[in-house]
């Protein structure tokens, strides 16, 4: 996993962070703010800049984790929330991770490992998940001109992908993507089984 930490750092140490939309993503805070479990347990994965836990935040939940591989990430994260107690805040590989949650949120953490490692990130989010824990966020439903990351996919591989391990409650083209991804994303909810 050094090779990863080291190419995210990289790219988070020369401001190559394109991903980054610059706020939480419209679906999810959409998704949060009908949610009535405010203490619900929430992990963020390759959380970036974590746009979506201070929209969580704000929206009144209480128990939030934030996981990054990157360490300049991590430390930007650290003088970001340095004043929420609700917030924690790790340096770690989501694939080591060991801990429970009630949601795992995804954005733009699946599209960003490699292809053959996605089904040990369904195993992965199986195990930290409790009884009747979800993933919820969004997928690209796009494949990409360009080698990845971020690597594209499609309904039909997901539904194979998640279905032995989880009920796919939603999956469905995300009716409020930003522009840019408008027509290539997929809103999930997925429920562990």
Request: charged share 20%; with cysteine; hydrophobic share 35%.
């Amino acid at each position: 996993m050094l090779q990863q930490e080291d190419f995210w750092d990289n790219k988070w140490s020369n401001n190559q962070t394109g991903w980054d939309i610059g706020y939480a993503s419209p679906a999810i805070v959409d998704y949060f703010e009908k949610y009535d479990q405010k203490d619900a347990k929430i992990l963020i994965p390759g959380c970036g800049n974590a746009h979506e836990a201070l929209a969580l935040l704000a929206l009144g939940y209480r128990n939030i984790t934030l996981l990054d591989i990157a360490t300049t990430a991590v430390e930007h994260l650290k003088n970001k929330f340095q004043n929420s107690e609700n917030i924690s805040i790790i340096k770690g590989d989501f694939f080591q991770h060991q801990e429970q949650y009630d949601i795992i949120i995804e954005q733009t953490f699946f599209c960003a490992i490699p292809t053959n490692w996605r089904e040990n990130y369904v195993t992965q989010a199986y195990n930290l998940l409790r009884e009747n824990g979800k993933i919820v966020g969004l997928l690209f439903n796009t494949e990409f001109e360009k080698q990845g990351p971020p690597f594209g996919g499609n309904t039909s591989e997901y539904m194979e992908l998640f279905q032995n391990k989880f009920d796919v409650n939603i999956m469905e083209t995300c009716y409020n993507s930003i522009a840019p991804r408008s027509g290539k994303e997929l809103f999930v909810n997925l429920t562990k089984k």
